[in-house]
């Protein structure tokens, strides 16, 4: 994963839009699937009982394809029944509740310049965050079950009895 933006990249200019940009488009490169990249002011709580928080949330699905998620509630990562997103669904965007905690709706897309572009608009024009460096990401990487395992740990059961 690209490192997290950070002010000190360019001391002399400090982090801009376009930064955030493209730092975005390299960071969805290296995303595997079921990967989550949550971002929001860097001094907002990320518990279930804060208030009010403008948030995205980048989430990587099958066939190069992210889900973005936008709301002022914070959000948990969704659980999806599959990571593929037929063809018909992408690049539009998509207010049908089905994520209680997403309030500001939602977008397939292939394209991880849009996905950034929709982001930063997010929190430059309608969140009205001044500057990158007011915010803050949170990355999960996605938990691959069985991996590095040659043996199961000693004392576990085998089997059924």
Do not use: K
């Amino acid at each position: 994963m690209t490192q997290q933006p950070d002010a000190r990249a360019d001391a002399s200019m400090g982090m801009d839009w376009e930064f955030m940009e493209r730092w975005l488009v390299d960071s969805m490169g290296d995303m595997p699937r079921a990967a989550v990249l949550d971002i929001g002011p860097h001094d907002a709580p990320v518990d279930a009982d804060a208030p009010d928080v403008d948030c995205a949330q980048i989430q990587a699905l099958s066939s190069s394809t992210f889900l973005l998620r936008l709301s002022t509630t914070v959000m948990s990562v969704p659980l999806l029944g599959g990571y593929g997103v037929p063809r018909e669904s992408r690049d539009i965007w998509h207010y049908d509740g089905a994520f209680s905690d997403c309030t500001h709706g939602y977008l397939m897309s292939r394209s991880r310049r849009r996905v950034a572009e929709i982001c930063v608009a997010w929190f430059r024009d309608r969140c009205g965050f001044a500057a990158p460096e007011q915010l803050g990401c949170s990355y999960t990487e996605p938990v691959v079950l069985g991996e590095n395992r040659t043996s199961p740990p000693s004392g576990a059961r085998q089997g059924y009895p």
